[in-house]
């Protein structure tokens, strides 16, 4: 296994900063705590940097991930609603057709038609 301590932190360094893994990614890998970890990693001038960049970055995915699934279910809402009108349009159409064929068409082939629209 790793040999000393300097040889550990040299690996969780390079782990975090050039492999970019999280301290629990890393912690899997040298067995050792999250905990232990951060305290590792807390020792480089160069980590609150690096975890001050990764938070802002989540930060922006976090808020373009929230923006996506919004702007999905305003779409799926809008094409909800648009199918919803279509079908009542559709059936006050059929309703006054049908009533436009009993009231201006008393003849045996309105009752057909009527008979074959089943309204």
Known sequence: MIKSDLERNNLIFNLYFENKLTASEISKKVSLSISQISRILSVFPLYN??????????????????????RDKRIKEKDETK????????????????????????????????NVLKI
């Open 83 to 114: 199918t919803k009108l279509f079908e009542i349009y559709m059936k006050d159409w059929l309703e006054s057709y049908k009533n436009n064929l009993e009231d201006n068409y008393k003849t045996e082939s309105a009752n057909v038609l009527l």
């Open 49 to 70: 940097q690096e975890k001050t960049r990764r938070i802002e970055e989540n930060r922006i995915k976090h808020n373009e991930q929230a923006k996506k699934i919004m």
